[in-house]
C-alpha cells in the first residue's frame, strides 16, 4: 500500500495529529468577534493571515537604518516601525547643542524630509502591511514627512498603510520625550488625529499608550488605567472638535506591553478589550461593531537582563507567546541584546524568528481566545477589570488624566510602584533567573558583546542637514515657519502648515522651535527627598 | 539635613528615569539628603546643581549611548568649578567604554539589575575614600 501526504493539510484548522477545530470554541453566547470583545476582535484571528510581526528599528543613519529593515523585510517581517533618535523625537536638529552625544544613538536621525528618502529608499510603502513610528511630541511631522515622501514619490499617501503613535500624554511621566507643556502636547496631538481623519481616513492616527507606563515599573492595572485615562482626554478633546468617535474608533490601536506573568497578561488584554467596548459605547455612543479595540503589543523590556543576555530570549519568546494567546493585531519583539545596547543584526532576526516560530510551527493561531472559559483567566479578567475601572474611576474624580499628570500624582503613583518592585526584586520576593535565581558567579560572563554604533554618525548627519539647507529656498522656508506660527497662535489646525514647512525641506528644530515661541517648552522639574 | 548631599541626575535627553528614581529613594532610605534633577539636563546644568547644592556625590544616570560625549564634559566641569564630588554612572554602558570613563573620573559603572545595597556599599566606599584622601 502506498503512502501519499496530503497536500491539503491545514495546520491552522487541524492540530498536529489531524484532528480539526473550529475557529473558535465556547457556547454560543460567548463568540469572538462581538461586542463586548472580550475574547477578540474577530471570530477568526489569525487563520487567514498571522498577526502584523514589525520590529522596532532604527540607528546610526537613515541610509543604515533602510538596510536593517530591508533586511528583516527580506526575512518575512510585514511591517516596520522606524526608531527615531532622542533629538529628533524632542524637536531637536542634529545640530543643536543639546543633540551633541545623542544623534544616531536610540534610532535614526531625521532633520528634514531628505532623510525620509533615504530612510525608506527603495521600500515599496505601498506593500507594506503597517508603517510605524515613536513620533509623540512631534506625531504631526511623521504625517508630514510621509504625505511629503508620497508627493515627491508621485503616490497617493493614502495607498500607505500608517500607524501613529502620536500619544504625547505618556509622555510627560514615562518615557520623555516631550516638548511643549502637556495642553499645547495634547493640542498638537489631536490636531493630528483630525487631519488624519479629513485627508488620511486610511491611516490610523493615534494608539493609546500603556507599554511606556509599564516599563517604567507599574503593574497591569496602571498599564492599562492610565491609558484608558489618557484615550479619554484625546477623545474628549476630538469630540470638541466635532470628530465622530463612531468613525474614529476603528482607526486607533492601543500599545500594551506582553509581559512574563502569562495568564495576567492574557487576562489583561481581555479585560481592555471589554473596558474599551464600554467605555466607547456608554461614554462617546459608539455602534457596538465600531467598539472593538485594535491591540498593537511590544514585549516588554524591562524584564530582560544583562546578566546572562541570552536567557532573554527565552524570556521574549514566552511574552511573545503572551501576546498572541491575547488577541493582539499587531507584535514587536524585542532582542536578547537590548540591556546591553542597541540590538544587532543577528539578534534582531532571532526576534523575528521567534514570531514566526510562535505562528507557524505551534497551532497559537487555529483557535481564538483558546484561554477564554479557563476558570483562571476568567477568574483574572474579571478582576483585572474591577481594579482597572477603579483606577480610572479615581483619575476622573481627580479630574482626568491630565490633570492627574499636570499635579504631579500621577508621575508620583508610577515610582512608587517601581521602588516597591525593586524592593521586592531584590528580597527575591520577585525571582530573576540568572540575578537572584541560579545567580552562578563561577561562570565566565557572557561572550555577547554590545553592538556598538559608528561615532562619526553624528558629524556625517550635521552635514547632511547643512547640505539641505544649502538647496532650499530660505524666503519659502521663513514663510512656512510664519504661517504656522499663527495657525499655532490662532488655534487653527497645525498639521496643513508643518506639511508646508517640511515641503519647503524645514528641519525638525526650526518646526519645533516656530511652535514653542507660541507654546513655550515643558521643563523638567527637579525633586527634593529627604 | 542627616546624611552627605547626593545629586541624581539625568544627563542628555534620555527619557528613562525608572532607575535613577529608584536609586534616588534609595538614598533618601538610607539617610542622604537627595535632589534628583529631573530629565532632560546638559552637563553643564548638573555641574551647577552640584555646585549650588554643594553636593558630595552625583549619580548619573544615562541609557541613551551618548556617555562618551556628556560624562567627561560633565567630570570636566565639575573639577573647573572646583566641586570634589565623586560621580557614579549608571544605565547601558557598554563594557568597552567603561575603561576610558573610569580613568575620565568615574568612580564606579552600575549596569541594569544592579543590586541597590551593592550600589550603597560603593557609595560608602567611594565617599570614605574621597574624605580619607581630602
Known amino acids: 500500500m502506498t503512502v501519499t501526504p496530503d497536500d491539503d493539510f491545514d495546520p491552522t484548522a487541524n492540530t498536529s495529529s489531524g484532528i480539526p477545530v473550529p475557529p473558535w470554541s465556547g457556547p454560543a453566547d460567548a463568540k469572538p468577534g462581538t461586542y463586548p470583545y472580550t475574547r477578540g476582535i474577530a471570530e477568526d484571528l489569525y487563520r487567514q493571515d498571522t498577526w502584523v510581526m514589525g520590529l522596532y528599528s532604527g540607528y546610526a543613519s537613515p541610509r543604515e537604518t533602510n538596510l536593517r529593515i530591508k533586511s528583516l523585510l527580506a526575512a518575512g517581517q510585514k511591517g516596520f516601525s522606524i526608531a527615531l533618535d532622542l533629538p529628533t523625537q524632542s524637536g531637536l536638529d542634529s545640530d543643536d547643542s543639546k543633540a551633541r552625544g545623542e544623534v544616531g544613538r536610540v534610532g535614526t536621525p531625521i532633520d528634514t524630509v531628505l532623510d525620509v528618502e533615504s530612510l525608506l529608499d527603495g521600500i515599496d510603502l505601498s506593500n507594506v502591511a503597517q508603517i510605524r513610528t515613536t513620533a509623540n511630541a512631534i506625531g504631526p511631522l511623521a504625517v508630514a514627512w510621509l504625505v511629503v515622501l508620497a508627493e515627491r514619490q508621485g503616490v497617493d499617501p493614502n495607498s500607505f498603510r500608517v500607524l501613529l503613535q502620536n500619544d504625547v500624554l505618556k509622555e510627560y511621566v514615562a518615557r520623555g520625550t516631550y516638548i511643549f507643556p502637556p495642553a499645547a502636547g495634547l493640542r498638537f496631538s489631536v490636531d493630528t488625529v483630525e487631519y488624519c481623519r479629513k485627508q488620511l481616513p486610511h491611516w490610523e492616527p493615534i494608539e493609546f499608550c500603556g507599554y511606556h507606563i509599564r516599563d517604567s515599573g507599574s503593574n497591569a492595572v496602571q498599564e492599562v488605567g492610565v491609558a484608558l485615562g489618557n484615550a479619554i482626554e484625546y477623545l474628549d478633546e476630538a469630540v470638541r472638535r466635532g470628530v465622530s468617535i463612531d468613525d474614529l474608533a476603528p482607526h486607533t490601536f492601543m500599545f500594551l506591553s506582553a509581559g512574563l506573568d502569562i495568564f495576567e497578561e492574557v487576562a489583561k488584554f481581555r479585560a481592555a478589550r471589554r473596558l474599551w467596548s464600554s467605555l466607547m459605547r456608554e461614554r462617546y455612543g459608539v455602534a457596538p461593531e465600531n467598539c472593538g479595540l485594535k491591540i498593537f503589543s511590544y514585549t516588554l523590556g524591562s524584564p530582560l537582563t544583562s546578566a546572562e543576555p541570552l536567557n532573554n530570549a527565552v524570556r521574549v519568546a514566552y511574552e511573545a507567546l503572551s501576546a498572541v494567546l491575547g488577541g493582539a493585531q499587531t507584535l514587536a519583539t524585542s532582542s536578547f541584546d537590548e540591556a546591553l545596547g542597541l540590538p544587532s543584526e543577528e539578534a534582531v532576526h532571532l526576534s523575528l524568528r521567534t514570531q514566526q516560530i510562535l505562528a507557524h510551527e505551534t497551532g497559537v493561531r487555529r483557535s481564538t481566545d483558546p484561554l477564554g472559559g479557563s476558570y483562571h483567566v476568567e477568574e483574572l479578567t474579571d478582576e483585572l477589570e474591577r481594579r482597572i475601572t477603579v483606577y480610572v474611576d479615581n483619575l476622573h474624580s481627580m479630574g482626568g488624566a491630565l490633570a492627574a499628570l499636570e499635579s504631579g500624582w500621577l508621575s508620583r503613583d508610577l515610582s512608587d510602584a517601581a521602588y516597591r518592585m525593586q524592593l521586592e526584586t531584590e528580597r527575591g520576593v520577585r525571582p530573576v533567573v540568572g540575578v537572584n535565581v541560579g545567580a552562578d558567579t563561577t561562570r565566565a560572563r557572557s561572550e555577547v558583546r554590545a553592538f556598538a554604533i559608528r561615532d562619526e554618525g553624528e558629524g556625517e548627519q550635521v552635514a547632511r542637514l547643512e547640505a539641505a539647507r544649502a538647496r532650499r529656498d530660505e524666503h519659502a522656508v521663513a514663510t512656512a515657519l510664519a504661517k504656522l506660527r499663527a495657525a499655532a497662535a490662532s488655534g487653527e489646525n497645525t498639521v496643513p502648515y508643518v506639511i508646508d514647512a517640511v515641503r519647503e525641506i524645514a528641519s525638525v528644530g526650526e518646526i519645533c522651535g516656530a511652535l514653542a515661541e507660541v507654546w513655550g517648552l515643558e521643563e523638567a522639574a527637579a525633586w527634593h527627598l529627604s | ?134
Open chain 2, 1 to 134: 539635613m542627616i546624611g552627605p548631599r547626593i545629586i541624581i541626575a539625568k544627563l542628555g535627553l534620555d527619557g528613562h528615569d525608572r532607575g535613577a528614581k529608584i536609586v534616588a529613594r534609595m538614598f533618601r532610605d538610607a539617610g542622604y539628603e537627595v535632589m534628583y534633577t529631573g530629565l532632560r539636563q546638559t552637563p553643564a546644568m548638573v555641574a551647577t546643581a552640584a555646585l549650588q547644592e554643594d553636593a558630595e556625590l552625583v549619580g548619573v544616570s544615562l541609557l541613551s549611548g551618548a556617555h562618551n560625549t556628556l560624562v567627561p564634559e560633565l567630570l570636566r566641569l565639575l573639577k573647573e568649578n572646583g566641586s570634589d564630588a565623586v560621580v557614579l554612572l549608571g544605565g547601558i554602558i557598554p563594557a568597552a567604554d567603561r575603561p576610558a570613563l573610569l580613568d575620565a573620573g568615574v568612580a564606579a559603572i552600575f549596569e541594569p539589575g544592579e543590586q541597590t545595597e551593592s550600589i550603597l556599599a560603593a557609595t560608602r566606599a567611594a565617599l570614605d575614600g574621597t574624605s580619607v584622601g581630602a
